[in-house]
């Protein structure tokens, strides 16, 4: 497996990851994948490619399997227009293998790179991998509804 800089060849692949980002609890109906092209969650790919955006994406064998990414939007983990907010998606046949670990971490070395300070993030709070966004150091800053009325906590990794 080989982790890059994500490039503009990779951006398409970017709708299938934000639609596998979405936190499903057990027991819920897993959407229709038009979920992602709502506005609030639409915002976190839309023209990616910009200025401020920044991701990396796990490679094996020819194939996409993980994509990281981090923009400047006014999404539900926005906390400043200084700060990029994280989204981060693997396969899931391949998650649970460190893949995710990995991409945060090259993620994380080009957003120091790039004179970013911190990153922010969003995650419902009965999603278990808030316990990973704390292994790799995010606090929870604060807490909130997001459009569905599902609790968030707003977290918050210095880099």
């Known amino acids: 497996m080989n982790i890059r800089t994500i490039q503009p060849k990779d951006y398409p692949l970017l709708e299938d990851f934000l639609f596998h980002a979405i936190y499903i609890p057990q027991g819920e109906a897993i959407p229709e994948r038009k979920i992602i092209f709502e506005p609030e969650i639409f915002i976190y790919i839309k023209d990616f490619g910009k200025e401020h955006d920044t991701g990396v994406v796990a490679e094996e064998s020819g194939k996409i399997i993980g ?13 400043d227009d200084e700060t990029p907010e994280l989204a981060i998606s693997v396969l899931p046949e391949f998650r649970g293998k460190g893949i995710g670990e990995k991409l945060m971490t090259h993620l994380f070395q080009l957003l120091r790179k790039s004179g970013y300070t911190r990153t922010s993030l969003s995650v419902q709070k009965n999603n278990p991998a808030t316990r ?15 459009h569905a009325g599902h609790e968030d906590y707003i977290m918050v990794k210095h880099l």
């Open 132 to 146: 990973f966004y704390q292994r790799l150091g995010y606090v929870i800053t604060d807490e909130k509804l997001d």
């Open 67 to 79: 994509a990281a990414w981090t923009r400047i939007i006014p999404a539900y983990g926005n906390i």
